[in-house]
């Protein structure tokens, strides 16, 4: 490959033009660093004394010096010797979490003064009001030698010495994740001091870049395609650099916008995303003009599922660290597991240190509000009139100094509650509303006075074009299963929408709407629907966790019912495939699946009330068994673990709305609601999760289609903050949908296939040749010579792995629906090429590779006798070149051959090189043949 085409040529460069357009200084350390040998480490290119070190100690005092002046020299050496310390016995995301504490808040020191008295200080390492003040400086091919290894890291960025910034680079048509599997999770092992006081990560390309944390897994690395808000959105190198390493932004966001979760060695450190970074310094600048904001601070819309939880501690924590006025902020919800949820969210990332922060009742609110807290947790409840003793809600505090931050609070009881709040409560407050769903008309006027406009957006679709968020797919099963669904009568919608129904308001729906209800909850409709429900649930072919809402609480218990009645049918049909299959492979399938099937447990989930027992008991239903589970377990946490077997939820409001668990795939609704209650349901299926979740699912039973219509016309493109409430779309009258018909997934599973068979014939191999290849015999040989054709070289291996993944993850998407089943063949020959590629070594083991090529061609190896052993220890040293050449001319599958030998090869040279370059002739040779094969 062209010099001006590679990793080092191409996009080290590139990310070198634009961090020097950003006014960094930009070094480059390989065969040029010079090491230093005066005690000022002053000479030398970078001060080091010697390689080992990390943290450039020369520009580390420097700052010290200039934001602390007037210090003897032991009060800087002392808060060197603090930030260059080395931790021993601590996970790396707790030595970070530690070095962040540090750097940010400074470094406490004691030194004599010059009269002889202990003083104590604490020392800015950095001038985060002023950023142009401190010293920026990007280092390429920054060599560090480890405890055992060295290692050649291809960026890292210093502010004041401190290695804040880790680029990690690959060559353009490399695929991204090697970046992150083969290289960083080696740095991570061999040389992690580096990584100890690093602010964040970023990984790139040239063409995919993302950004993530030293505790992110790959999945959690995250493009960043916006510098405003408004922008377009591009995936870019330019884009992300711009974003995350602008002075003024790279040192905001390792002030103000990382934060850590957890305790030990399982801390987990989350950065903010992209949006959260813009939306937040918003509502930020917004709060700099407090004062003349008459207490409005605006809406924040940032859509479900984009981290609207974390975005209110940056938000609460910046303005606590910047403005210096003494705020209380108040923090009001309308439901008590969001409550549960956002304090979790709040004690889990250490802003709130504090247990009795919780009002429990008006009283209590008003004592919490007159002492010194940070944070205040209320539910909007405790602004309610009590009828019986006052006509007008009275007076809880003066203070201006509170700013009220309601989560979706501001539609309860039609906005009264929000009003006493604002107007009677605490008068002189700020009041932020956060929402995951826009205003509608109603709304608008009522939350303007109590709120004012939008200050930040983040819509449904643009959360879906950015990643932040995944597509949802739609299925109506019910028009399958011929079930009868009476239109939805918008009354009855509302009742339930507004309403997490007890037994006496059922009681009320069934009299007003005595046509409707009793067909949603027959006997014969409930049967089908358990039924398919059982079967698809089981059959999916990503097996995501699910949840199922029904209409209310008799109904999600006589749904428990019906499924259990269900479940050893299935396990019956499951046993029946296992004895019917010819193919050992999808016989071991089949009992794997079996085993899940039977260890899988589905839990009712619904609120309690009064005398329940008595009243689902003359329902004859049993609620005991399911509220025992409720109480004695923590079936929240249960859920979310992906591991736990408790993989299906019954509910009917719960968890619903405020409930965010990633590894859920699949919603089945059959309850009439509309609005930003469905909105809200749906979205508990679009959080992104592992990589082989392609969207949500919902499975309709209930027949909502038109109301997501309606729902999404105002809900998921609000682009346009100047007309909140109007048409989701900026005023056009076109109606969109949240989610697109799983069955336009077929087009899109076809196109993936034809992408892949266009790929295989460019390198000249035809897909069909394997999927009607006539005898087992055939097909092996068709599947090497797929491999074979795939393997021509880095490019076109990683091509292929790429296409074929896109097509397997909208298989399983797909899966199991009627239509998927015209696609199986050529997916089973595509997933066969994959997986017989991936069988193949990944990592440097050359002994493997050495094997096989040994079965084809006479080769000298050292170490290699009469038989080749598993132990047996290859030594590159010793290769023949010549006969090396002359098995490649030999071999009938040199390209297969060629590309696990290269690939495993250079990964090996590559750490022979860095420990000693005298080997690099040893290299050169190595590649002359690897040009001439390709020539």
């Known amino acids: 490959m062209s010099y001006d085409y590679s990793e080092d040529g191409l996009v080290e460069a590139a990310s070198e033009e634009v961090l020097l357009d950003l006014q960094w200084q930009v070094e480059t350390a390989w065969h040029n660093e010079t090491l230093s040998t005066s005690d000022d480490r002053s000479d030398g290119l970078l001060g080091r004394a010697n390689k080992s070190e990390v943290i450039l100690v020369r520009y580390l005092r420097q700052a010290l010096l200039n934001f602390n002046p007037d210090l003897p020299d032991t009060a800087y050496q002392n808060a060197i010797d603090q930030i260059t310390q080395v931790e021993a016995d601590k996970s790396l995301g707790a030595i970070n979490k530690t070095k962040h504490e540090l750097l940010t808040k400074g470094v406490q020191v004691s030194f004599q003064d010059d009269k002889g008295k202990l003083q104590k200080k604490r020392l800015k390492v950095f001038n985060f009001n002023q950023p142009t003040d401190n010293h920026f400086l990007a280092v390429r091919q920054f060599e560090v030698v480890g405890k055992l290894y060295n290692r050649r890291p291809d960026i890292v960025g210093f502010v004041n010495g401190i290695p804040l910034v880790f680029f990690e680079l690959k060559a353009h048509h490399t695929d991204l994740r090697n970046a992150y599997e083969d290289n960083l999770t080696d740095y991570k092992d061999t040389i992690p001091e580096v990584l100890h006081s690093n602010a964040f990560i970023i990984l790139s390309n040239g063409t995919d870049s993302r950004v993530g944390t030293v505790t992110s897994p790959y999945k959690f690395f995250l493009e960043w395609k916006r510098i405003e808000e408004d922008d377009k959105g591009e995936v870019s190198l330019d884009t992300i650099l711009r974003g995350t390493c602008e002075k003024h932004r790279l040192l905001d966001l390792f002030e103000n916008f990382v934060l850590f979760d957890g305790e030990g060695d399982d801390i987990v450190k989350i950065m903010a995303k992209n949006h959260q970074f813009i939306g937040v310094n918003k509502v930020v600048e917004q709060a700099k003009n407090i004062q003349d904001l008459k207490g409005k601070l605006g809406v924040f819309w940032h859509t479900q599922g984009s981290g609207k939880s974390y975005s209110m501690v940056f938000i609460s924590q910046k303005i606590l660290r910047k403005f210096g006025k003494s705020y209380t902020f108040l923090i009001v919800v309308d439901r008590t597991e969001l409550e549960n949820q956002l304090y979790d969210s709040f004690t889990g990332c250490g802003a709130v240190t504090e247990e009795n922060v919780r009002a429990k009742s008006r009283a209590h609110l008003r004592e919490l509000l007159s002492e010194n807290h940070r944070y205040v947790f209320t539910l909007i409840h405790k602004f309610a009139i009590d009828k019986k003793k006052e006509t007008e809600y009275p007076l809880i505090t003066e203070r201006d100094n509170i700013i009220v931050i309601s989560d979706e609070a501001h539609r309860t009881q039609g906005g009264t509650y929000a009003q006493n709040m604002r107007f009677k409560a605490i008068p002189n407050a700020s009041f932020l509303g956060c929402t995951g769903t826009p205003l509608i008309a109603d709304e608008v006027e009522l939350t303007k006075k109590i709120f004012g406009g939008y200050v930040s957006v983040y819509d449904f679709k643009k959360a879906m074009d950015d990643g932040a968020t995944l597509p949802l797919r739609y299925l109506n099963r019910g028009e399958k299963l011929d079930i009868e669904n009476p239109d939805l009568d918008e009354r009855m919608a509302e009742i339930i929408n507004n309403e997490d129904l007890d037994t006496d308001q059922i009681a009320k729906l069934k009299r007003e709407f005595a046509r409707d209800y009793p067909i949603l909850t027959s006997d014969d409709r409930l049967d089908k629907i358990a039924k398919d429900l059982v079967w698809h649930f089981n059959d999916r072919g990503y097996q995501g966790k699910a949840i199922f809402v029904a209409l209310d609480k008799p109904t999600a218990v006589r749904m428990y019912n019906l499924v259990m009645d269900y479940w050893p049918e299935y396990i019956e049909d499951v046993k029946q495939r296992i004895d019917d299959a010819t193919d050992q492979q999808e016989e071991l399938a089949l009992k794997k699946h079996l085993a899940r099937v039977e260890e899988t447990e589905v839990c009712v989930v619904v609120s309690g009330e009064q005398n329940e027992v008595k009243k689902f008991k003359e329902l004859g239903l049993d609620i005991e068994t399911h509220r025992k589970k409720i109480v004695e377990r923590d079936l929240e946490t249960e859920f979310k673990d992906?591991?736990?077997?408790?993989?299906?939820?019954?509910?009917?409001?719960?968890?619903?709305?405020?409930?965010?668990?990633?590894?859920?795939?699949?919603?089945?609704?059959?309850?009439?609601?509309?609005?930003?209650?469905?909105?809200?349901?749906?979205?508990?299926?679009?959080?992104?999760?592992?990589?082989?979740?392609?969207?949500?699912?919902?499975?309709?039973?209930?027949?909502?289609?038109?109301?997501?219509?309606?729902?999404?016309?105002?809900?998921?493109?609000?682009?346009?903050?100047?007309?909140?409430?109007?048409?989701?779309?900026?005023?056009?009258?076109?109606?969109?949908?949240?989610?697109?018909?799983?069955?336009?997934?077929?087009?899109?599973?076809?196109?993936?296939?034809?992408?892949?068979?266009?790929?295989?014939?460019?390198?000249?191999?035809?897909?069909?040749?394997?999927?009607?290849?006539?005898?087992?015999?055939?097909?092996?040989?068709?599947?090497?010579?797929?491999?074979?054709?795939?393997?021509?070289?880095?490019?076109?291996?990683?091509?292929?792995?790429?296409?074929?993944?896109?097509?397997?993850?909208?298989?399983?998407?797909?899966y199991p629906e009627e239509i998927v089943k015209q696609f199986i063949p050529r997916y089973n020959a595509i997933e066969a090429i994959y997986s017989q590629l991936n069988q193949k070594t990944k990592s440097a083991d050359i002994s493997s590779v050495m094997r096989k090529l040994q079965q084809e061609v006479s080769m000298s190896v050292s170490t290699i006798k009469n038989e080749v052993r598993e132990d047996d220890y290859v030594d590159l040293g010793n290769l023949d070149f010549d006969k090396l050449r002359q098995a490649f001319a030999k071999s009938e599958k040199k390209n297969a051959v060629v590309f696990d030998l290269q690939e495993a090869i250079e990964k090996q040279l590559e750490k022979m090189v860095r420990e000693n370059p005298i080997r690099l002739e040893f290299y050169e040779k190595y590649k002359e043949i690897i040009a001439e094969y390709k020539a």
């Open 642 to 814: 992906e591991e736990n077997p408790f993989r299906l939820a019954i509910v009917c409001a719960m968890w619903i709305t405020g409930f965010d668990a990633p590894c859920v795939s699949t919603v089945y609704l059959d309850k009439p609601i509309q609005g930003h209650s469905l909105m809200q349901t749906i979205a508990r299926a679009n959080r992104v999760y592992d990589d082989e979740k392609e969207n949500g699912l919902i499975v309709d039973y209930g027949n909502v289609y038109t109301q997501l219509e309606k729902a999404y016309s105002v809900y998921g493109e609000g682009g346009k903050p100047t007309s909140p409430g109007g048409k989701g779309n900026g005023g056009e009258e076109k109606l969109g949908s949240p989610v697109e018909k799983l069955e336009e997934m077929a087009e899109e599973l076809n196109t993936a296939i034809l992408a892949v068979a266009n790929f295989l014939s460019e390198v000249d191999f035809n897909l069909d040749d394997l999927v009607n290849a006539k005898t087992a015999m055939a097909r092996l040989a068709s599947l090497k010579k797929a491999t074979n054709a795939v393997s021509l070289n880095e490019t076109t291996r990683t091509q292929f792995e790429v296409a074929a993944r896109e097509v397997m993850r909208k298989y399983k998407a797909l």
